[in-house]
């Protein structure tokens, strides 16, 4: 078992995120019932990462729909736009939050993943995805042979946390939505993966259902669009897990 197995198992979530890539092991694995993969037809043929995507891919589809400008962000860097999102008081979700949260990683990676907002333990540390849902994301990725920070952006679609954890709404989103416009052609990824349904509907400009969105190629402002399952909902759904490691393997085929 080489090192980054046995960092899943340890995590629970072994051997959904494992390359497939890699050998097969010799003892049968330890899954628990939940999580068990689908078991495959007899004569279908082995599943690798960077092989075909598993499902039919659709035409790609441009639906981006600008929304109004409420924050102006044009000509910014990095530096200022960080601080520009740090200081930002444009909706009414800078008045519970404790700081903002812009986003973690390179600066210039060719993989950008987008999730809805910031929960409390983001709010409190300034770092997206730092909780249970964070460690889950960071073994979706090493399943993939990335890490964060390294050729890795991670962005929210909100920068400040919504009340409770609500899903934020449609303003919130309109009023936020310049900061990551501007995020994305700073770091000009070559594919982008909407992890769940307000970070789909937040980059695609339109109504957005998981299941259907699944396996299809959009596009954004040139840049590929793979839509997938929130981490966190990975979490109280773990049966999902394989249809998610279906998608990054299709996202990974995507890349351009």
């Known amino acids: 078992m080489n090192r980054r197995d046995s960092m899943l198992r340890e995590m629970g979530i072994a051997p959904l995120?494992?390359?497939?890539?890699?050998?097969?092991?010799?003892?049968?694995?330890?899954?628990?019932?939940?999580?068990?993969?689908?078991?495959?037809?007899?004569?279908a043929a082995p599943v690798r990462?960077?092989?075909?995507?598993?499902?039919?891919?659709?035409?790609?589809?441009?639906?981006v729909a600008a929304p109004p400008a409420t924050v102006s962000v044009e000509g910014l860097g990095w530096d200022e736009l960080e601080e520009r999102i740090?200081?930002?008081?444009?909706?009414?979700?800078?008045?519970?939050?404790?700081q903002a949260v812009p986003g973690v990683g390179d600066r210039e990676a060719d993989w950008l993943f987008v999730g809805e907002g910031?929960?409390?333990e983001e709010d409190a540390?300034?770092?997206?995805?730092?909780?249970?849902?964070?460690?889950?994301?960071?073994?979706?990725?090493?399943?993939?042979?990335?890490?964060?920070?390294?050729?890795?952006?991670?962005?929210?679609?909100?920068?400040?946390?919504?009340?409770?954890?609500?899903?934020?709404?449609?303003?919130?989103?309109?009023?936020?939505?310049?900061y990551l416009d501007r995020q994305i052609e700073l770091i000009r990824p070559r594919i982008i993966v909407a992890l769940g349904r307000p970070a789909a509907q937040t980059l695609l400009g339109g109504e957005i259902k998981i299941a259907a969105a699944r396996g299809r190629l959009f596009e954004r402002k040139g840049v590929p669009v793979v839509v997938t399952y929130h981490p966190a909902y990975l979490l109280r759904n773990p049966q999902d897990k394989a249809k998610?490691?279906?998608?990054?393997?299709?996202?990974?085929?995507?890349?351009?």
């Open 86 to 98: 740090r200081a930002c008081q444009a909706c009414r979700l800078s008045e519970r939050r404790t």
């Open 49 to 63: 990462a960077d092989s075909a995507p598993l499902r039919p891919v659709a035409p790609v589809v441009t639906t």
């Open 118 to 120: 910031p929960g409390a």
């Open 244 to 256: 998610a490691w279906e998608d990054l393997c299709f996202a990974r085929a995507s890349v351009v």
């Open 125 to 178: 540390r300034g770092e997206p995805f730092v909780g249970q849902a964070g460690k889950l994301l960071d073994a979706m990725l090493a399943s993939l042979g990335l890490a964060r920070g390294q050729n890795v952006y991670i962005a929210n679609a909100v920068k400040c946390r919504p009340p409770g954890n609500r899903t934020p709404e449609a303003d919130e989103i309109a009023t936020c939505h310049p």
């Open 17 to 43: 995120w494992r390359d497939r890539t890699s050998p097969p092991p010799q003892a049968g694995p330890d899954i628990r019932a939940s999580e068990q993969a689908p078991v495959e037809p007899p004569a």
